[in-house]
């Protein structure tokens, strides 16, 4: 069968890039459409430094006249190179129940990544940071995706791998309640961490946010760079400057301050956690859209927001052992709560399968694993 590919240059094929998916999900009630202005902050060269070592591009998929799929290759001179031999990548796919279209797809994508002389590649992954938009749902369809979580039928799995998709790795959601009580033995702990008179501990200041959110890089990239579990992460993208500016920047409007906490030990930050209001309770009334007329939304939504997503997290590696990672959450979880009444969940994203650490940290604040996103890779 001959498709047709079309690479996504003008607003017409933009449009048709984020409308395609939800002539495929009519069934699948739990589909949000993520925010198209995100999605095409990404596609931007004037707005995603990732080009300036990087390549992108994007296409939609025809048989004939009709969409049958869309998605897009990319690589990256500094980011692929974490894999020998390197790794492209794949992503934003989307397409009908067609093993024909599939094995079109990823034959595409193979020729792609040949002609740029790459072995093998790996997706779904983002041309941006790997916390968000990255993996295929594989686990928990009966449910919503949480803002920056990709949702997909269930068909998907099996026409990935039966292009000869091998696994790469997975990556776990946990769930936690807001209505469940914290384990006292956890409170105590927490309270004797927080009586010590170096360690202190705040929310992010709304006054001072380029300030703080330096804090928060310094200690991500230290946090992410040296692993207590040498293979928790395959891969490790370093924040810059631009990065956290343009996510504080963001998310400025609908931060909830008590959920974004900063540790200090002396005067040194050292250890954080970033929650942010689940924007997709925004996207699910807008269809992906956001338009001068939906500011009032916006502006009014940190006050009745029902989910709440862990983004990022880390701690300086000499202060590990010192369970700011605990005070973190748990006055986060506690905080959180009283600021924000109407808040239901909280979901915590991107635990690696091989972080154990991390998995019974969060078992232990009563966070339940109930979602599994993987990656994949297939050899040119």
Known sequence: MAFRFEKVKNRNQISEFHEFPATLYKDYPNWIPPL???????FDPKKNPLFEKGRCERYL????????????????????TVFDPPMGGFGFTELINDEAVADGMVN????WHGDHGYKKFRG????GENMNYWGLLVKNYDEPPIYGMHYHPPYYKSLFEKTGAKKLDDHWSYKREFEMPLPERLVR????????????????????????????RGIYNRAWREQDIEEREHEFTELSSKDVQKMVKQLKQIMIPESVLI?????????????VPDLNEISAETGGKLRWWHLPKILRFKKRAKHLRTTVYGTLPKYRK???????????IQMTKEAAPTLEYLEGTWVSEKNWLMQRSLEALGCYHHKTHRTYYWDV
């Open 36 to 42: 198209r202005f995100e999605i095409e902050n990404i």
């Open 61 to 80: 998929m025809y048989d004939s006249s009709k969409p049958v799929a869309r998605f897009a290759v990319m690589n990256h001179s500094t980011r692929d």
């Open 108 to 111: 595409f994508a193979k020729q």
């Open 124 to 127: 779904p992954v983002n041309f």
């Open 189 to 216: 702990i927490t309270n004797r961490i927080e009586s010590r008179s170096e360690v202190t501990l705040r929310p992010i200041d709304m006054n001072n946010l380029q300030r703080d959110a330096e804090y928060i």
């Open 263 to 275: 540790a200090f030990v002396g005067d040194e930050p050292a250890s954080f956690i970033v929650c």
């Open 322 to 332: 010192l369970g700011l990672e605990a005070l973190t959450f748990v006055r986060g």
